[in-house]
């Protein structure tokens, strides 16, 4: 009896942090392909598309800010943005109530690898931009007005000019503390995401 009261806590503890990792490791494989289908959608819009008044990332109610519980409201930006932000959404579901995420502007323009010290090297949120949420994606555009908007200068491509990609992150932490695991699992890793896609002529 002495031996088994020793003995089952530890294996007990083992066995939870076994399962532990393997779930850090599902919901990393989605985080990773959902930010992946966010920055290939991009191209399923055209690049003198915006959104007009009153669109939203919806109506799929997946795609919504979760601080709000309201629509990203994406009118006035590139419609590649609510695509990216669709995709991902709708990808990246069942553990919604386990992940905190870190909010960011759903929409950038700019940015350089040359200057990868600074916040997607420098980028700059689109003016209408919504402000949190799960998914930020730079990329670039023709406004209606004739302005054009850069997309992610990746300095590694295309040498020394670089080529322009589209850039999306996401970043959340993994909270075992809303999980059945939270007696024996004592870390709260923090997941990110990093994906490119490449412009169409570019694609294979």
């Not at 809303?178 to 169409?200: D, I, Q």
Request: hydrophobic share 45%; glycine share 8%; with cysteine.
């Amino acid at each position: 009896m002495l031996e088994t009261a020793l003995v089952i806590p530890i294996m007990l503890l083992l066995v939870c942090n076994f399962i532990a990792v393997m779930l850090q490791v599902a919901v990393q494989q989605q985080l990773d392909t959902a930010t992946a289908l966010a920055a290939q959608s991009r191209f399923q819009a055209t690049q003198e598309a915006y959104d007009p008044a009153g669109a939203a990332c919806c109506p799929d109610p997946r795609c919504c800010a979760q601080a709000t519980g309201t629509a990203l409201s994406t009118a006035g930006i590139p419609t590649g943005c609510r695509f990216a932000a669709e995709s991902f959404y709708g990808s990246m579901q069942g553990y919604a109530a386990i992940l905190r995420w870190q909010s960011a502007p759903l929409c950038l323009t700019g940015g350089d690898s040359g200057r990868s010290a600074t916040a997607f090297g420098g980028a700059t949120p689109y003016p209408a931009s919504p402000q949190h949420a799960e998914v930020s994606c730079v990329l670039g555009a023709t406004a209606p007005g004739g302005a054009t908007f850069s997309g992610y200068v990746d300095r590694a491509l295309n040498p020394p000019r670089g080529l322009s990609v589209v850039l999306c992150e996401a970043t959340a932490t993994l909270d075992f503390s809303r999980t059945p695991l939270a007696w024996g699992v004592f870390w709260s890793p923090t997941l990110r995401a990093h994906a490119e896609a490449l412009p169409p002529p570019f694609r294979q």
